[in-house]
T-cell receptor, first 110, second 112 residues
């Protein structure tokens, strides 16, 4: 069945470091892909999305490219800040079903 | 536009009781989904309603039920509460199921 696999956390980085959080998916069709972020004590917020192959989603310095050939949607940011500390979820939406990955906790050290 | 609201934000119940959680979606959104989030199991899909009809359902026992009203507001009910039902329950709304979801802040349920 359809699924989303993202890298295990927690991930701890120093401020201004480069960030990559890996996400791969399995889907029978052509899903839309999303990254959501959850800050402490809050619900999930949409960070970025891509609806077809080769689309790049971007927001707040984060980017992710929809790679159909590798079935991946890795999240990247060139220079992280302490305020980026949160849990990040990769998700796919296909055939009226939304599937979330297990989440990756990111902690940024000042 | 106002965001998704959930009430109550916090709830403490005793094992065996039942509970009803409420969700008001963003105005104009017709799809409402419910999720259970726990440290051990992560984010798990409960069910989705669209125009008062349950369209999708996750793998939860029949103790978990929901409904949606004509104004798109939704309620989720859990009967015969168990300790393992302690979790953050998130509601999300969307214009339709092909779109991104907008989440509420959640209801933190503690079962003692």
């Amino acid at each position: 069945g359809d699924s989303v696999t993202q890298m295990e956390g927690p991930v701890t980085l120093s401020e201004e470091a480069f960030l990559t959080i890996n996400c791969t998916y399995t889907a029978t069709g052509y899903p839309s892909l999303f990254w959501y972020v959850q800050y402490p004590g809050e619900g999930l917020q949409l960070l970025l999305k891509a609806t077809k192959a080769d689309d790049k989603g971007s927001n707040k310095g984060f980017e992710a490219t929809y790679r159909k050939e590798t079935t991946s949607f890795h999240l990247e940011k060139g220079s992280v800040q302490v305020s980026d500390s949160a849990v990040y979820f990769c998700a796919l939406n296909w055939a009226s079903k939304i599937i979330f990955g297990s989440g990756t906790r990111l902690s940024i050290r000042p | 536009k106002a965001g998704v609201t959930q009430t109550p934000r916090y709830l403490i119940k005793t094992r065996g009781q039942q509970v009803t959680l409420s969700c008001s979606p963003i105005s104009g959104h017709r799809s409402v989904s419910w999720y259970q989030q726990t440290p051990g199991q992560g984010l798990q899909f409960l069910f989705e309603y669209f125009s008062e009809t349950q369209r999708n359902k996750g793998n939860f026992p029949g103790r978990f039920s929901g409904r949606q009203f004509s104004n798109s507001r939704s309620e989720m009910n859990v009967s015969t509460l168990e300790l393992g039902d302690s979790a953050l329950y998130l509601c999300a709304s969307s214009p339709g199921t092909s779109y991104e979801q907008y989440f509420g802040p959640g209801t933190r349920l503690t079962v003692t």
